[in-house]
């Protein structure tokens, strides 16, 4: 069965304002290409060849545009879903693909807002793809603030339990904005009730799957750098990052 990716695309943009206000946020430049092209790359080059961009009503159009030469330079195919309710959570856009899901065996489920770059990553992506198991995976990355993520608690190098926005954290190991699931992950999907904050955390997700002794985790360590991109300091940070590598080591990250 095929292996399909699905990059989450909507939301408020809140922390993005007056920004978000007249742009999606993943269509904001970092550095020299859009947010969203990071994101895209980052499936591309795992061998991704279907991909399902969930985004908010009326921002279909403008990553048409932005991603026409993309699809046709990759031989890619890219769908679309709309996420109506923008502040329905991450976990919506599992119920949102539903449909996109059901012939494929693994996803590659990716927060648009999320850079990764890393020499062996990729093939550290495709290697959890492979194994031929029901188990899903998280990829976790020490924070200094991890009371702004999710937080994943290990107890003998083992997976225990996540947080979500933790007031406390005792552990500094937070969830990044990639996800590798199983189809039946979509068993899981209708159990899951609205949070506090009213909406569909993907925390609830993982913690379903940890339960049911079926979620794995990879700590990416210090071989890959990752940023989210939802603040200002971070995509400034993060386009300082890309405009070194890039011009030291004359490569071009995500060069898609």
């Not at 949102?96 to 990553?121: M, V």
Request: charged residues 25%; hydrophobic residues 35%.
């Amino acid at each position: 069965m095929k292996t399909k990716g699905i990059i989450m695309a909507g939301g408020k943009g809140t922390r993005l304002k007056p920004l978000t206000n007249i742009i999606n946020k993943h269509l904001v430049p970092v550095y020299n290409k859009p947010m969203i092209f990071y994101s895209v790359s980052t499936l591309i080059y795992s061998g991704i060849k279907e991909i399902l961009i969930i985004c908010n009503d009326g921002d279909e159009f403008f990553f048409r545009k932005t991603l026409y030469d993309v699809i046709k330079r990759n031989r890619i195919k890219i769908t679309y879903a709309v996420q109506k309710n923008t502040g329905g959570g991450i976990a919506e856009g599992l119920i949102l693909a539903k449909s996109f899901i059901q012939k494929c065996n693994k996803i590659i489920f990716i927060l648009g807002d999320n850079f990764f770059y890393g020499r062996l990553f990729h093939q550290l992506i495709k290697s959890y793809l492979n194994k031929k198991n029901k188990n899903s995976t998280i990829f976790l990355s020490k924070v200094s603030n991890p009371k702004d993520y999710g937080v994943a608690y290990l107890k003998n190098k083992k997976l225990s339990k996540i947080i979500e926005k933790p007031k406390k954290p005792t552990s500094n190991m937070a969830v990044t904005g990639l996800y590798i699931y199983h189809q039946d992950v979509l068993k899981i999907i209708n159990r899951i009730k609205p949070s506090n904050r009213n909406e569909l955390e993907i925390t609830s997700v993982n913690n379903q799957l940890l339960k049911k002794k079926q979620l794995n985790y990879i700590d990416i360590g210090r071989g890959t750098v990752w940023f989210d991109l939802g603040t200002f300091d971070n995509i400034y940070l993060c386009s300082e990052y890309v405009r070194l590598m890039e011009q030291r080591q004359g490569l071009k990250i995500s060069n898609i």
